[in-house]
């Protein structure tokens, strides 16, 4: 993680996506796939991929982890992006 904290590392992808944007979705992606990622990741990425209407990844991510939209989506977070995608 070039040597960054995962917070570091999720704040600077949340900083830069409209510098770069590939780049943020793939650094928030790489979090998810790490035991110690902060819990915004899993709901910026959601939001991120929305805002930018790439419903078919929001509801791709939000189907492959029932879990992480349990445990890290507010209730009505959730409802709201089902309804989105």
């Known amino acids: 993680m070039n040597g960054f904290d ?7 992808a949340v900083m ?3 510098k770069n944007l590939p780049e943020a979705m793939k650094k928030l992606n790489f979090l998810l796939h790490n035991s110690l990622f902060p819990p915004e ?8 991929y929305c805002k930018y209407q790439f419903y ?7 189907v492959e ?5 349990e445990t890290l989506l507010e209730k ?5 992006l ?4």
Request: proline residues 5%.
């Open 6 to 12: 995962p917070i570091t590392f999720h704040n600077q």
């Open 16 to 18: 830069n996506v409209d």
């Open 41 to 48: 990741s899993f709901q910026n990425l959601l939001f991120l």
């Open 56 to 62: 078919d990844l929001a509801q791709e991510l939000m």
């Open 65 to 69: 982890n029932p879990k992480f939209c």
């Open 76 to 80: 009505n977070d959730h409802d709201f």
């Open 82 to 85: 089902k309804t989105l995608v």
